[in-house]
């Protein structure tokens, strides 16, 4: 009976838990580390690639959102959201089964420290953020987002059309009142974001974008990697009164092409 | 070990019939691909077989479409042949039991997946379609049916992209010894076609309308698919054959697709407008009157996916 008992539960907890659990309960040597609470194979590389033996934890404060499922693997919406932390200085934005794990990394200045973007996934994979607090803590957030795949291999639709080159880096940008009393910046650029993984298309992203006030404030500085998405669309949200006056956009590709925009009110 | 006696009992109960219950089920009825494809009579010589109001699966194999056939004086019209090789064997077996006389025609309404992967199993002098569905099918239809394979396993074994060889034009036809009346349209895709049985006032009208299951957008244009939708509506049908979902006999399904389709515009430009970001549109809750449309809460995301991108780059280049 003893036997048929420890079966029964095995058979059970194995029913009931899936992976996670079952990483918990046999791993030994996530003693001192917390396991991941979604599962990933990659994670302890994930660890070591990105805080090395600085202190990190998984933490429901740094919210990630994003669809279940990519029904479009090369646009697919992410939103990250660590205003419930203090102190944020950076946030690392990453993939751990893409083939270029890391999306986007992005620093608020004036700007709350949140940010909507898309990307690309190659395959089913988490994506988290972590959040590195100023105290030198790393507060990792994250989601599974299921894929069918080829999200990063594919040819971009503006490597194959003149028309779209010809607008390259240009900004299409409006603001929206909120509910706070702060504003939204949205933003897209018309870039083809070529990851160098489709063949015979070399690697053309933009490498960094910055949101400033007219007095040259910083309201978030983005530095943005190939899985963000072909003429990527950002969402920025700002507190009442960060930035009176029209918001200039600036930035660069890895071809050295300039992004130079003005958001008018 | 402390556990309650009774509790690992029932766990070992529990985790038998679960086994059980995974592992035989489905396989009984995989082994099998049987489609249980049953002609059902809708009208005189009218015949609607009605897929189930789910998503693709490897349950289903991919049975989750309605296609049709009309049996005339000298010969039989098929509308839309399914989603696979086996679904259009097994429709030409289901024509057979109704029927000795020849499939003349196989129309495809548009160039989906679940529309004409069965053409497989028709002569190919008889596969036809809209121009614009010919061309679709010969550019799109390799992926879709890459991710059909996908999406159905192995009921898909052995199907190939078999793409119409006739294009159809908008008016009347004689077929089969029946007067059927092509309506060219557009909106679900470039080109949707619906078919007007005369003698029997029934209207075949593809993907254009859903009935009681989430209309898919991958390839739509609202406003076209709306106006569509007012040209469907003025055709003196006594029975209507939706794409999707149970046949009717008034235009309920016609209001419904509407109704989807104008609070899915809406929503999306309010949101753009609103300065939502995507995740935040994907968040929103879903009006109570459609709960009970079949899988609204895979469709509705999906929607969002295909069609949030422009029209939120509208509202972002708006000056």
Redesign the interface.
Known sequence: ??I??????A??AS?LAGPAAAADADDGATMRQPSDPLGSVRWDDMRHEFFGDAPVSFDARVRV????????PL?V???VDATALAGVEEVVVFADFNPIVKVLAFRPGQARASL?F?IKLQQSSPVRAAVRTADGQWHVGGVWVTA?GGGCTLPSTGSGSPEWQSRLNEV???L?PRIDGGE?V???IIHPMDTGLAPGIPDFHIEELTLADIAGAELVRIATFEPVAENP?F?VDLPPRAAPGPIHVSGRDNNGNRIDAEVAR | MIFPRALARAALLASVLAVLLAGLVPASRAEAFDYRLKPQAVADGVYVLTGLMQDFSRSNGGNIVNTGFIVGDSGVVVIDSGPSRRYGEQLRKAIASVTALPVVLVINTHHHPDHFLGNQAFGAHTLAALAPTRQGIESEGEAFNANMYRLNGDWMRDTEVTPPTRSLAPGVIEAGGRSLELIALTGHTGADLAVFDRRTGTLFAGDLVFHKRTPTTPHADIARWQASLDTLAAVPFKVLVPGHGPVARDAAPIAQTRAWLAWLDRTLRESAAGGLDMTEVLALPLPAVFARLAVVNDEYPRSVSHLYPAVEQAVLEER
Request: aromatic residues 2%; without cysteine; hydrophobic residues 40%.
């Open positions: 009976m003893r048929a008992t420890t079966i029964a539960v058979a059970l029913l959102s994003a669809p279940h499922t990519a029904e479009n646009d919406p992410v939103h909507g898309r069918t299409s940008a409006r929206f939204r949205r933003l897209r669309v969402t």
